[in-house]
T-cell receptor, first 114, second 113 residues
């Protein structure tokens, strides 16, 4: 079955620290890849996505992610986090298989200390 | 939230009661989804509808039914609510094709006592 793994469930960083959140998926075909952010009490919002071309994609608020096809990975990075980045982050995969499903990881809770 | 409206936003049910969560979109997207979000479990797909008139089971369909009334609306029904269905429910929409984003509604907080 198709699945998405997020390795870090909880991450605590100080402001200005660098961030990298891991995401691996299991599907051998073409995929769309996404990172979403959920601030407390809110719905999920798109941070960035990859579907083709340059494997390094840039999103909003200084986030970027790199698609490494050979590793089935799509890790999220930010060079310097801010207190306002405190949120839950979800990786998602849309296997381009005709089923139109979007499969989400279990999420990573990030807390940034001021 | 890209024109996805969910109702109600909050609901408390007694065990065994039934209710329907409504979702409507104004984006003219083909696909609609119902997810539930639970702590430590991420988002799990309950049902989805790739197009008007079709519905398919996701990961956790037991205890739920859905109806895709038309292109705009996709409802989720709990026939006999159980405490295990206490969760936050999100409706989402997407258009088909490579690179299309899934957009979420604001969520419905359901408590079953």
């Amino acid at each position: 079955a198709q699945s998405v793994s997020q390795h870090n469930h909880h991450v605590i960083l100080s402001e200005a620290a660098s961030l990298e959140l891991g995401c691996n998926y299991s599907y051998g075909g073409t995929v769309n890849l996404f990172w979403y952010v959920q601030y407390p009490g809110q719905h999920l919002q798109l941070l960035l996505k990859y579907f083709s071309g340059d494997p390094l994609v840039k999103g909003i608020k200084g986030f970027e992610a790199e698609f490494i096809k050979s590793k089935f990975s799509f890790n999220l990075r930010k060079p310097s986090v801010q207190w306002s980045d405190t949120a839950e982050y979800f990786c998602a995969v849309n296997p381009f298989s005709g089923t139109y499903k979007y499969i989400f990881g279990t999420g990573t809770r990030l807390k940034v200390l001021a | 939230n890209a024109g996805v409206t969910q109702t109600p936003k909050f609901q408390v049910l007694k065990t065994g009661q039934s209710m329907t969560l409504q979702c409507a979109q104004d984006m003219n997207h083909n696909s609609m989804y119902w997810y539930r979000q639970d702590p430590g479990m991420g988002l799990r797909l309950i049902y989805y509808s790739a197009s008007e008139g079709t519905t398919d089971k996701g990961e956790v369909p037991n205890g739920y039914n859905v109806s895709r009334l038309n292109k705009r609306e996709f409802s989720l029904r709990l026939e006999s609510a159980a405490p295990s269905q206490t969760s936050v429910y999100f409706c989402a929409i997407a258009d088909r094709g490579l690179g299309n984003t899934i957009y979420f509604g604001e969520g419905s907080w359901l408590t079953v006592v």
